[in-house]
DNA sequence: GTGAAAGCGCTAACAA
DNA sequence: TTGTTAGCGCTTTCAC
């Protein structure tokens, strides 16, 4: 494998005109091609490491992922969309992702700075505790540029993409309204995730908006696990069963399902259940879990696309984008002998 | 922040000890000290793009990845598990993971080398195709180090990293013709994958081990999707239901179980279903699918292990480990009424 | 055990 | 548009 020295001499130019034809710099087109081909047949390719550390950039958007034990935040979906939107958007500009993870005690972010092993990052699974909230307030006194996925610390003024959690569950609840329902109960995720709490507020809207009433015991907590919908089940159970139940995620719901057949109890027969995700689980219950799909795709190539405009222009602008969600049909929150869209 | 020759001078050594402090070379005990105290007070941390152009490397095991659509070959688990054990090994050698999604079409995977992005490759999703073959022999030949995970390519001498899938083939049929069940079909994935082979010779191995014939309807061609799974269910109700189906993975084995139950046949009372690698949905469906669960964390550890070995050491000798799965028993092979026990 | 200095392969600024 | 050259912040080698 050459180098640009080889390049250069093969093409009859100076080695800094090899660089910029392959940085875009202006070069005559008959000496561009003439490098290329020289390049080409030399096999060469600009050393990416120097090139980064000559900008004196490290090139890479860091990702914090949540380190074992089981990342149960996130669905498979969620991953590949997401780091597939970060992935189309951050390829274009030449940057690369380099993947952290991290275990909840391991929050020092600004070493990644520091040691220039990142230009940006974009932090999964982040919650909205006091520890979590001093780290990254820390980073943003720095101008150290970061982003949030889906995870409000309001009135923080950090970079957020998230989905419209809010309008995802008063859609859903409306829905469940609009047929009819009219005792609708809610299973909630950890307030230290504000899509949890964002979900809950939608839901409250579409109550209220109803005029519908919202008993204390139509309001249950669970963690997000399947295991706290089978249990939110049971509870609903032993508490007398409302016509439907609104759970903050698929997992929740997915267990809320099999919490109720287990006593004989059939979603979308006996009570209406709707998750939040659009997961691949919500297709694989039976019956089918109606849902909310979130944009994740979308979401990982905007936040991508405003970190890199912020390190480009070096303005720390906070940007807060929320993207819209929609509505997934199936069902699980069809009544008896009604006729259903499918989405 | 300061740099390097601040710390130099607050501490009164040379650049060069410094140097030596953060890099582990011989420096006496109150020097490191003397270094450490000024680093730390300067808020210093060695620039990390600067030590690995230094050293000729680029410090990245890069991570290849199927670009979208959709990723339906992995399931949760398979991601954060994997990508856990890569960045737990990968960690206690200073390196870093570099996510790179790639399209089918985009297979030069010499140029991440040539261009100095990665040191080392762990091919994901990867298919035994021709093209695919070659892209890999050439990148072999050049002495570039990467590992398959979960791929085989019979004589190649890549590196690999698999689950005993003909171990897991077996353990599952095995435990369905334990059951009494005589007639087992076999619902097969894409023979592009050695994973669906060797989980087809396992399921061949059980069978003729104890005598059972294999009639031509039993082997049955999916695609590892659910959606496969689906129409093998009817396609079996149509040609009469065996004793039971051991389904290739658990996306199909869903599948089958959802197709079964839409023409009333209930798998666990009318058919024993069993799947493969312990997929979140194979909880979440209904009933429980029993399965073979794979150690893709331990899997992980290993590639990147390995890998790093390779790279220090500057041999190329082909490793080749095979990791051992386990039999996860759920309701789905239960027979009506029968006592089972629970993994 | 420590210091001095060359060099890694680029970019960027300046000169031509 | 092109060539020249001084860094970028480390590692490494060679003295001492």
């Known amino acids: 494998m050459a180098n640009r020295s080889d390049v250069a001499k093969w093409a009859g130019v100076s080695e800094a005109t090899v660089s910029r034809v392959f940085s875009g710099g202006a070069v005559k087109e008959a000496t561009k091609r003439k490098v290329l081909a020289a390049a080409e047949k030399l096999d060469y390719l600009p050393n990416a490491v120097a ?4 900008k004196g950039r490290s090139g890479h958007i860091g990702i914090i992922l949540p380190y074992l034990p089981k990342v149960r935040l996130f669905s498979v979906d969620y991953f590949s969309e997401l780091l597939s939107g970060l992935g189309e958007a951050v390829r274009e500009e030449g940057y690369d992702l380099l993947l952290l993870l991290r275990s909840p005690e391991e929050q020092d972010y600004s070493e990644l700075f520091r040691a ?4 940006a990052l974009v932090i999964l699974g982040a919650k ?3 520890e979590q909230k001093s780290t990254l307030d820390a980073l943003k006194k720095e101008g150290l540029p970061f982003c949030l996925i889906d995870q409000q610390f309001t009135g923080s003024g950090f970079n957020e993409i998230i989905a419209d959690n809010t309008a995802g569950g008063y859609m859903a609840t409306q829905h469940l309204i609009a047929r009819g329902y009219r005792s609708i109960a809610f299973l909630g995720g950890p307030a230290t995730y ?3 709490r964002d979900r809950l507020r939608g839901y409250k809207l579409a109550m209220e908006e109803a005029g519908l009433p919202i008993r204390d015991q139509d309001l249950l907590q669970g963690n997000f696990s399947r295991k706290s919908g089978y249990e939110a089940a049971l ?3 032993r508490q007398g069963l409302p016509d439907a139940v609104f759970a903050a995620n698929d997992r929740m719901g997915v267990g809320l399902i099999q919490g109720f057949k287990e006593s004989g109890r059939l979603a979308g027969r006996d009570i209406a259940v709707i998750g939040f995700d659009n997961t691949d689980a919500s297709k694989m219950c039976d019956p089918a879990l109606s849902t909310v799909d979130v944009p994740y795709f979308e979401m990982g190539k905007v936040a991508a696309k405003r970190l890199l ?4 222009s070096g303005d720390r602008l906070p940007f807060h984008e929320r993207l819209p969600v929609q509505l997934v049909v199936r069902h699980s929150c069809a009544r008896a002998g009604e006729g259903i869209i499918l989405g």
């Open 51 to 54: 090139q980064n550390f000559a």
């Open 116 to 119: 220039r092993k990142v230009d």
């Open 128 to 130: 909205d505790t006091p």
């Open 194 to 196: 504000s899509n949890a």
């Open 235 to 237: 509870k609903l159970i």
């Open 309 to 312: 405009q912020q390190i480009f």
